[in-house]
């Protein structure tokens, strides 16, 4: 389960980092695209929130919390809907990854070895 706390750290400080910086530039931003303020206001805020919500939830999965694990879930499907969203709007690849990346760390989380994992069942091999 290291590599999907690290994944949803990582994943997390990725997405905080790029709300802040879209929060930061949003005079350029809205002055060269000519969208509106507040759409992109709300967008930065709530890259921020789930960001923040990933690597809080990252270090509960390092030590095994179930409530983590179900914040985890609930902030990968808010970022597949806002991926959906971003395919649809008309940032397709940005949409795919997002995405794609929210799918790797669902399925990491709640098949195989991380549901075992999480059920108290898995006992670490040594090789």
């Known amino acids: 389960m290291a590599f999907v706390a690290t994944l949803c750290a990582v994943f997390g400080s990725i997405e905080l980092a790029t709300g802040v910086l879209s929060l930061v530039f949003l005079p350029v931003v809205v002055e060269e695209t ?6 992109a206001t709300w967008s ?9 919500g990933l690597l809080l ?14 914040v985890v879930l609930a902030v990968i499907i808010a970022h597949a809907a806002g ?6 709007s008309g940032q397709p690849v940005q949409g795919l990854i997002a995405i794609g990346v929210a799918l790797v760390v669902g399925v990491l989380l709640w098949t195989g070895r991380g549901a075992k994992y999480f059920r108290g069942d898995a006992t670490p091999k040594r090789r």
């Open 34 to 39: 000519a969208s509106d303020a507040t759409s």
């Open 44 to 52: 930065s805020v709530l890259a921020i929130l789930l960001g923040s």
């Open 57 to 70: 939830a990252s270090a509960g999965i390092y030590r095994g919390s179930v409530r983590a694990r179900t």
């Open 83 to 88: 991926g959906a969203w971003l395919a649809i």
